[in-house]
C-alpha cells in the first residue's frame, strides 16, 4: 500500500496551506497586522499553528523524491532520465517566468515599482534563479531544479548502499550546512559570485535530507510497512489527530526549525493513515493541483504589493482564507497563459504531463 499521485497531490495542498500559515502567523509580535485571541504565556497561539508550517518545504521535497524515484526508475538511460528532468525544469521555469513578467507588470500598474528594484542586474539574477530578491519564496526555486539535476545520482547511490548508510551521511551534511546557514560560521565576505555558490550548496544541503528520505520511502516501501501496522488499529483517526496535535506541541517547545525535516516526515505518515473525508480530499486535491502558482504568488500579495488588502479583514482565519482565494484566483488567469505553453512542450518534446497512472482502489503508483 504505497502513496499514490493522488495521495501526493493532496500532500502539496497541505503543504501550501502550511506554507501560507507559517508566512502569515509565525511571528510572536503581530504588529497590530491582526487581532490575537488565545495566548500562550503572551504569545498568540496562531503563531505555534504557523511555526508548525515549517513542514511545508519538507513536504514537497519528500514528494519530490519519492516521484522522481518512480518516475525515474522506468527510463532505462541517463540520456532518457537527463531529458525527462530538463522537460520538467522547462515546465517550471516557463510558469516561474509567466508569473515574474505578470507580478512586474501589476506593479508598474499600481504604482509599486519598488516591489522589483535592483535594476537590470537584479532582474537577470532573479531571472535566471540566482537570487530571490523579489519574492523570498523562490529561493527553491533553484534549489529544487538542483535536486532535480542530480536525482539520477542520488537515485544511483541510494539503490548501491544500504538505506542506514545513506541516512547518516544525508543527517551529517543536513547538520553542518544548516550550522552554517543560520550560523554564517565561515564568512565568505562580499564576494557576489562566491556567496551565490556558497547559498546555493548550503540550501541543498539543507533540502537533500527530506529528498533522501523520500527516495528510500519509494526504494525500500517503507509505507506499505507502517500502513500495515497501524492502518486498522481502533480509534485510528483519534490516535492520528492526537499524534498531530503531540507534533504541533513538541515544535511549540523546540521552536527551531531544524526539526522541519522530522516533523514533516512523521505528519505524512500519520496524516496519510488517516481517513479523510471526500469534500476534504477533493478540497485538498484542488489546492494541490494550484499549489505551484499559490508558492510562487503568495508572497506579493501579503508583503510587497497588496499587504494591506490582505490584511484587511483583521482576523487570522479569515486572513489565511482571504489570501488563499486572491492567489487562487490569480492562479486561473496564471494557467490560462501555461497550459497552452506546456501542451506545446508536450506535442514537441514528448513531456508527458500524466506522469502516473492511479489505481484508486489499491492506491498505488505505477
Given at each position: ?39 500562550i ?74 516591489a ?26 533553484q ?41 554564517h ?9 562566491l ?13 537533500q535530507?527530506?529528498?533522501v ?38 515544535h ?34 484542488f ?59 508536450d ?6 504531463s500524466k ?11 505505477s
Amino acid at each position: 500500500m504505497e502513496f499514490s499521485r493522488k495521495d501526493m497531490k493532496i500532500l502539496k495542498g497541505v503543504a501550501i496551506l502550511f506554507m501560507l500559515s507559517l508566512h502569515l502567523f509565525a511571528r510572536k509580535d503581530v504588529g497590530g497586522l491582526y487581532e490575537t485571541f488565545s495566548e500562550i504565556n503572551g504569545i498568540p497561539l496562531v503563531y505555534y499553528i504557523g511555526l508548525f508550517g515549517d513542514a511545508c518545504v519538507p513536504i514537497y521535497l519528500f514528494a519530490s523524491g519519492y516521484g522522481l524515484y518512480l518516475s525515474l526508475g522506468k527510463l532505462n538511460t541517463m540520456k532518457s532520465k537527463l531529458k525527462k528532468n530538463l522537460i520538467r525544469i522547462l515546465k517550471l521555469l516557463i510558469n516561474f517566468w509567466i508569473i515574474l513578467f505578470l507580478f512586474m507588470a501589476i506593479a508598474f500598474l499600481v504604482g509599486m515599482p519598488e516591489a522589483f528594484s535592483g535594476g537590470i542586474n537584479q532582474f537577470f539574477l532573479n531571472f535566471f534563479l540566482l537570487s530571490s530578491s523579489y519574492n523570498g519564496a523562490w529561493w527553491y526555486l533553484q534549489t529544487y531544479v538542483i535536486l532535480v539535476l542530480l536525482s539520477p545520482v542520488f537515485i544511483k547511490i541510494i539503490q548501491k548502499h544500504h538505506f542506514i548508510l545513506v541516512l547518516a551521511v544525508s543527517g551529517i551534511i543536513y547538520s553542518i550546512t544548516y550550522l552554517q546557514r543560520i550560523k554564517h560560521v565561515i564568512d565568505f565576505g562580499d564576494n557576489t559570485a562566491l556567496n551565490i555558490v556558497v547559498n546555493a550548496i548550503v540550501l541543498v544541503g539543507t533540502s537533500q535530507l527530506a529528498f533522501v528520505v523520500g527516495v528510500i520511502f519509494a526504494k525500500e516501501k517503507i509505507y506499505s510497512i507502517i500502513y500495515n501496522w497501524f492502518y486498522n488499529i481502533p480509534f485510528k483517526n483519534a490516535l492520528c489527530l492526537m499524534g498531530i496535535l503531540m507534533l504541533v506541541i513538541i515544535h511549540g517547545f523546540i521552536e527551531t526549525m531544524f526539526i522541519a525535516p522530522f516533523t514533516a516526515i512523521a505528519f505524512i505518515c500519520i496524516f496519510n493513515l488517516m481517513n479523510k473525508n471526500e469534500l476534504v480530499e477533493e478540497l485538498l486535491l484542488f489546492v494541490g493541483d494550484h499549489s505551484t502558482n499559490l508558492w510562487l504568488t503568495h508572497m506579493f500579495f501579503y508583503m510587497t504589493i497588496f499587504p494591506t488588502l490582505v490584511f484587511a479583514v483583521r482576523y487570522p482565519i479569515l486572513i489565511f482564507l482571504w489570501l488563499v482565494i486572491l492567489c487562487l484566483f490569480t492562479s486561473f488567469g496564471i494557467n490560462s497563459l501555461y497550459h497552452p505553453i506546456v501542451k506545446l512542450i508536450d506535442s514537441k518534446l514528448g513531456g508527458n504531463s500524466k506522469k502516473y497512472q492511479i489505481n484508486r482502489d489499491n492506491k498505488s503508483i505505477s
